[in-house]
């Protein structure tokens, strides 16, 4: 008698045997990948009038779908169990009377072991929403409004889509945090409670734990440090519910980023403010008043995504919506009041010494702007192309453009900003960062400029795709707007017409002498002893700045003469004489380094002895070790030129540094990288050198 695997196909001479072969991880394997086969299916070729999006949530319907993948030509999808695809595999299936080609997938096995693909993030998957995925929209020959309609119905979430997708996440996140935080009370806030959301979007959560979150540590309180450790442990622990777990603790708004599997969404969850609640409250109310603001600020944001003018490290979101809000509460305009507005008539709700409520049924003015969308884009576009983003802050508290100054000499500033005066009079740390290129103030959390990371080229190519969609909007109206749309997603900025230059000022005030030569020696002042004389104070910060370009950033760096018969020379032949002489200096740079990159080493321990320039120099080099062992840090071209400009009252130097022809997108990275370091570290090192008696 013989016994029989119907997994393996094997024949056993007994039953101990047999039972031994079951049990064995060989057929284990080999009964996952038979399971694995039986719960997916592939669709070949996926049909063309059919979005791909639209084809997934077709599927969904069938059951919960574990994993897939979106191909140019196919979609594979595994299910939680069989009898999805059991389903599928019955009987033929029509979709938009367009029948579906499915079959059973087939996973291919290496030596017993079912070789599973990994678990897909979203940006591994072709994006539904991708322009190339949607431009048929934008080609038909019919109406702006018609085209409209038809793009937000592919790129926006649906009510029914965030109650099944997203909503569900909030209510089993309390569920399964509560053994850790018993009156825990989650709440979905950002694009997703605006419904300003794109399909397959994140999920921005705020959990409150229910008890005080204090700052230092103590055995009977929760601080942010215990708050992390315990959800990260009951996250990795929960490994079939939560994956691609990423812990932010030292953000300003500490996060920890994860995936919920069951659902495949992306989500942010904080513990810290609750402040981003009411900041989505008021949008959506916002969006309420009038049927044209959802369909403006979705095309604006959808348009920004597209040209990369937003997203992390550029423009937030949010701050893209305010700046359309306050274009909206300009008197010309008109269709959006201003937030004092609505808050003059209610009593004040406190958080964290900020007003978070207004009155939702305030009587407004009837809106008497009868602006098409596509003129409302004409004006944006119009409105922002020339706007003195360098001299003023952005205010939709008020609806008004106020002066740097103002916010200088905080007693110019209007009544309605009683509470940010207040809370710079408790804390100077807290005054709004006006030393940006781009200043939005909160219109709740009036200390906080919500585009204090945009750097100045992100500016430049915000306003520059601003002036194009201008001129775009104003050809386009002579044929009532039919092909605006497309040709507003297909003019491309070109990277010339984009100044891509940053300027770095490293003051000389506390490191050079004020007295002259002849009177140091009566001087008995230590301090102005230790100084550097103007002259020598020059050569130093330009060798630093040398060594900067040679030893930090890793380019290799030659004076361009100012001489057109002297050829280049080698910076190192260059002398005290030479930074003397010469009121600017120009270098030209070149590298292939992205030394930012990756460059956090915690894990590092420098001599105390060392300078800050050489502590960064040994960082380079191991981050530049570091990178080249992985084969996603490839070598980059970069080019810029240098110009050393000297200032002699008040004593300074100025750094002018320009892109050359540096690959696309990697100048801007270095800018956002450099452009702090080199005053910094120039500054440090000038101290270390003053505190050891150093000279070059």
């Not at 053994?179 to 709440?187: R, V």
């Not at 103002?406 to 209007?414: N, R």
């Not at 709740?444 to 430049?460: D, F, K, M, S």
Request: glycine share 2%.
């Amino acid at each position: 008698m013989s016994y029989y695997c119907d997994v393996c196909s094997l024949n056993f001479a007994c039953k101990a045997t047999q039972k031994s072969h079951v049990s064995g991880k060989k057929h284990n394997k080999r009964l996952e990948y038979i399971q694995l086969m039986e719960r997916s299916v592939v669709v070949s070729p996926l049909p063309k009038s059919i979005c791909q999006f639209a084809l997934f949530d077709f599927f969904q319907q069938y059951g919960t779908i574990r994993w897939h993948r979106i191909g140019p030509k196919f979609l594979i999808m595994e299910f939680n169990d069989r009898k999805s695809t059991d389903a599928l595999l019955k009987e033929p299936v029509w979709l938009n009377n367009v029948k579906l080609n499915i079959r059973r997938r087939r996973v291919l096995e290496n030596v017993g072991k079912p070789k599973r693909a990994k678990q897909n993030s979203p940006t591994e998957n072709a994006c539904p929403i991708s322009y190339n995925n949607i431009k048929h929209i934008f080609e038909e020959n019919t109406t702006f409004d018609n085209q409209l309609v038809a793009f937000l119905n592919a790129v926006q979430l649906t009510d029914a889509e965030i109650e099944s997708r997203y909503e569900c996440i909030v209510t089993q996140l309390d569920e399964i945090f509560k053994p850790l935080f018993p009156k825990c009370k989650s709440y979905k806030f950002g694009s997703t409670q605006t419904g300003l959301g794109f399909k397959e979007c994140d999920l921005d959560i705020y959990m409150d734990i229910g008890e005080p979150i204090v700052e230092t540590r103590s055995p009977s309180a929760w601080t942010m440090f215990l708050i992390f450790k315990k959800v990260n442990n009951l996250m990795h622990r929960m490994h079939h519910v939560f994956s691609h777990i990423i812990l932010i603790p030292k953000a300003k708004m500490p996060i920890i980023k994860f995936c919920y599997l069951q659902t495949n969404v992306f989500c942010d969850i904080s513990f810290k403010n609750s402040l981003g609640i009411h900041k989505s409250y008021l949008l959506k109310y916002y969006i309420s008043l009038d049927d044209r603001v959802r369909s403006l600020m979705m095309l604006i944001k959808y348009w920004a995504r597209h040209f990369k003018l937003s997203g992390t490290g550029k423009m937030s979101s949010f701050a893209l919506m305010l700046l359309i809000i306050f274009y909206l509460q300009q008197p010309s305009v008109n269709i959006i009041p201003p937030l004092i507005e609505l808050q003059r008539t209610c009593q004040p709700l406190i958080i964290n010494g900020w007003q978070v409520n207004f009155n939702e049924n305030v009587t407004l003015p009837t809106i008497t702007n009868t602006n098409s969308i596509s003129q409302l884009l004409h004006g944006f576009f119009s409105f922002y192309a020339t706007f003195e983003f360098k001299s003023l802050v952005i205010c939709p508290l008020d609806g008004m453009a106020h002066n740097k100054s103002e916010f200088k000499d905080t007693d110019s500033l209007p009544q309605c900003m009683d509470r940010y005066k207040v809370c710079i009079q408790m804390d100077e740390n807290l005054k709004l960062n006006l030393n940006r290129p781009m200043c939005v103030q909160d219109p709740i959390e009036l200390c906080y400029n919500v585009t204090a990371i945009t750097q100045l080229t992100r500016l430049n190519s915000f306003v520059q795709y601003c002036a194009i969609g201008a001129e775009i909007c104003a050809t386009s109206s002579q044929n009532d707007y039919r092909d605006l749309l497309k040709t507003l997603f297909t003019t491309v900025v070109k990277n010339k017409t984009i100044k891509d230059t940053f300027i770095v000022i490293i003051p000389g005030q506390d490191f050079v002498r004020v007295s002259e030569l002849n009177e140091m020696e009566t001087c008995t002042d230590v301090t102005e002893k230790g100084k550097f004389t103007k002259s020598d104070w020059y050569f130093t910060v330009f060798n630093i700045v040398r060594d900067i370009l040679e030893k930090v950033f890793k380019v290799q760096v030659e004076i361009v003469s100012d001489n057109v018969a002297e050829k280049q020379q080698k910076l190192e032949m260059l002398s005290d004489v030479h930074t003397e002489k010469h009121q600017l200096i120009v270098l030209s740079c070149t590298g292939s380094h992205r030394v930012w990159y990756k460059r956090k080493l915690s894990n590092m321990v420098f001599d105390p002895c060392l300078s800050c320039l050489e502590k960064e120099a040994l960082m380079s080099d191991k981050t530049i070790e570091n990178n080249d062992k992985e084969s996603s840090s490839q070598k980059v071209n970069l080019e810029f030129m240098c110009e050393f400009q000297k200032t002699i009252h008040p004593p300074k130097v100025t750094l002018v540094i320009s892109n050359e022809n540096s690959d696309r997108g990697v100048f801007q990275d270095f800018a956002s990288f450099a452009r702090s370091k080199l005053c910094q570290i120039t500054q440090r090192t000038l101290t270390h050198m003053q505190q050891f008696n150093k000279r070059y």
